[in-house]
């Protein structure tokens, strides 16, 4: 009776093990047949499609290749933060004084230094100005000095085109940042010929704008050229009854954020006596107060969701002077981060460069987008943190104006990646049936029929894995 039984269970095994081969091989060829005939016979788009529940490959097309990945490359930042400096660790700013407190004096300057939190901004700046005057301060002598040195001095990372450094999304990197190191020019038409008027924000930036720009019904746009660190020219035309918004992205960070400081202590009724410069916090200085982020799950969050790139440069910065030593720097950043690539298996398949995307450096392979998101899936300690970060299909972040009203709405969590000549989307799909799978889909030259392949690659796999071998072969 045992042999009986115990040959009906090898039969079934086998039974299922070759249904489930046979249909693992059509379901990869249906796939395939998705693959633009553009990008059949080279190297331009690499597809991964895996099962997590049973570590599965449902589908490669070059697994192997390296790709640009554009902002896919938050994926492996965000995974090595959250698992090196785990999901509660904050950013700091401290606060010293060079001479102590006395007499609601604060004497020998006021020194800032700054950890590299990408989220300090204006709604910050009252609790800072309530913390020196629950000290009793009611006046700075001997200025500001600001302190960015737990950075290393380069600005923009290898990699990132010059003509990049004028756009908003690709500010130069600090220890010490505020406003994510942008600021905004508003410009109102007048009347036809006058110049417009122009209000600079965050206010007490110590920006000066020369403004050269005029009203005209002319064609024409605006554009704004730095003279030096705090002056800006603008010049150009604005149609009548118009207004335009411009987000620049500043020269010195470091300086901006001591000035907007600076602003809002004289405005909270703190007198400060004294220029904002650059410097270094003496060792004899008291800190007397640190302000912290919100912790790194939450931010982890901005960072993917709205594809927020500072966040990540900062993030990287933070990981090479955390775990390389002061001053933090990209390459000290990236040898972190392949340190912990290696540990969690992945071996190669990789460049890392940048913690944005931004750079045309950075390589990475499909297979290792899909083991990274995998080792992100299963681990307790990040898998909520990192998931919950990434845009929803149709519901919220980049991926809020894609896949409405359709079968992926909401069933897909992934980064998207945009750069030119780029198009990546890695991440999860969870099927109708209740499988999740995770996939990874980079393309370099292959233009909107990458977004295309996209679109039908997702839709398809959400109907992906309803029947189990058991249930096909009729065996119970």
């Keep these: 009776m045992r042999r009986i039984l115990f040959s009906l269970a090898a039969l079934y095994f086998f039974i299922a093990a070759s249904y489930a081969a046979t249909t693992n091989h059509v379901y990869s060829a249906k796939l395939a047949s998705l693959v633009p005939k553009e990008a059949r016979q080279n190297g331009k788009l690499g597809v991964v499609v895996k099962s997590l529940s049973t570590g599965e490959t449902l589908f490669e097309h070059n697994p192997d290749k390296l790709f640009i990945p554009a902002s896919n490359e938050k994926i492996i930042t965000s995974v090595a933060a959250l698992t090196l400096l785990k999901k509660d660790y904050k950013f700091k700013t401290e606060f010293s004084s060079g001479g102590g407190i006395s007499n609601s004096i604060l004497h020998g300057g006021l020194y800032i230094k700054g950890y590299g939190d990408p989220t300090l901004e204006s709604a910050h700046l009252g609790y800072i100005v309530f913390q020196l005057k629950k000290l009793g301060v009611r006046e700075i002598k001997g200025g500001i000095i600001v302190d960015d040195s737990y950075f290393g001095a380069k600005r923009h990372a290898k990699g990132w085109k010059e003509e990049w450094k004028d756009d908003f999304y690709s500010p130069p990197i600090s220890a010490l940042s505020f406003n994510y190191n942008v600021v905004e020019i508003k410009i109102r038409s007048s009347k036809l010929g006058n110049r417009p008027t122009v209000t600079i924000e965050p206010s007490g930036s110590g920006i000066k704008v020369t403004n050269k720009a005029v009203t005209s019904r002319k064609k024409g ?75 790194l799950s939450s931010i982890i969050t901005e960072y993917n969701k709205n594809s927020v790139n500072i966040i990540g440069e900062n993030l990287m910065k933070t990981l090479g002077a955390t775990y390389r030593g002061v001053p933090g720097t990209w390459d000290k950043g990236a040898s972190a981060i392949s340190e912990f690539l290696s540990k969690i298996g992945v071996k190669n398949g990789y460049k890392v460069v940048d913690g944005s995307g931004l750079s045309l450096l950075n390589r990475v392979s499909p297979e290792t987008f899909t083991d990274v998101l995998s080792y992100a899936y299963k681990n307790r300690l990040i898998s909520q943190d990192f998931i919950t970060s990434l845009p929803v299909a149709g519901v919220d972040g980049t991926l809020k104006k894609r896949f409405r009203n359709s079968e992926v709405e909401g069933r897909v ?64």
């Design 221 to 295: 746009v605006l554009r704004t050229t730095w003279q030096n660190d705090e002056s800006i020219i603008l010049r150009g035309v604005i149609k009548p009854k118009a207004t335009v918004n411009l987000k620049i992205p500043v020269q010195n960070p470091t300086l901006l954020t001591g000035n907007v400081i600076k602003n809002a202590l004289r405005e909270g009724g703190i007198k400060v006596s004294g220029e904002v410069k650059r410097g270094y916090v003496p060792r004899w200085a008291a800190i007397f107060y640190t302000h912290y982020s919100a912790p």
């Design 413 to 476: 969590m992934a980064k998207t990646g945009y750069l030119k000549n780029v198009r990546a989307l890695s991440g999860y799909v969870y099927t109708k049936s209740g499988e999740v799978l995770v996939f990874s889909i980079l393309s370099n030259g292959l233009g909107w029929k990458a977004k295309t392949f996209q679109s039908d690659l997702l839709t398809e796999l959400v109907d992906c894995c309803s029947a189990s071998p058991s249930q096909a072969s009729g065996i119970n």
